[in-house]
C-alpha cells in the first residue's frame, strides 16, 4: 500500500507514494494528488522571490510563465 492511485483533476487516476509507516492513531489517508504544474508559479514569485506585479507581468509577456 505504498504506492497508491489516486484521482487527479487534470491527470484522471494517478499513483503517488503514500506514508512510509503507519502509526496506530494517524490517518492514513492521501486526499488529493497533489499541485498541478505552475500552479504555486506567481506565489513563489511573489512571496518567496519578493517579485512585484509588474516583474511578473513582464516575465508572462516574455513567455517564460505558462
Known sequence: RHFREVAS???GTM???GTRFQMSRSVDEITDSGPTYGQHT???LENILGYDAD???DLAVAGVLE
Open 9 to 11: 483533476a487534470t491527470n
Open 15 to 17: 499513483f503517488v507514494e
Open 42 to 44: 506567481f506565489e513563489v
Open 55 to 57: 516583474q511578473i507581468a
